[in-house]
C-alpha cells in the first residue's frame, strides 16, 4: 500500500480491514497497488528480504517503478498445499 511516499508489503487476513487500520492511524488514504494469496508463512519475510535494499523503516519500503512492476507481476507465493490462509498487500 502507498502513502503517497512510501510502499508497505504486509500480511493481512483481511486486506481491506488492515487498508482502513493503516488509513486512520497515518491520517491518509493509502493506495493498494496488489495482493497475493499465499499459504506460506514466511511469504512476507521473503518479500521483505528481497527489497531490503529498498526498506526506509520497518515494512515501508521506497520502490523504484521496475520493482513495483515485478511484485505487480507476482501472482502467487504458496507451498504445494492446497487453500491459501492469508494475503500479502503491496
Wanted: proline share 1%; glycine share 6%; hydrophobic share 35%.
Amino acid at each position: 500500500m502507498y502513502d503517497g511516499e512510501l510502499w508497505k508489503i504486509g500480511k493481512a487476513l483481511n486486506i481491506e480491514s488492515r487498508k482502513k487500520q493503516l488509513e486512520r492511524q497515518l491520517g491518509k488514504k493509502l493506495e493498494l497497488l496488489h495482493s497475493i494469496k499465499s499459504d506460506d508463512s514466511r511469504a512476507e519475510a521473503e518479500m521483505h528480504f528481497g527489497y531490503q535494499h529498498c526498506r526506509i523503516r520497518g515494512e515501508w519500503f521506497d520502490l523504484k517503478p521496475h520493482e513495483l512492476e515485478s511484485i505487480r507481476i507476482l501472482k502467487t507465493l504458496e507451498r504445494r498445499e492446497a487453500g491459501s490462509k492469508f494475503s500479502l498487500a503491496v
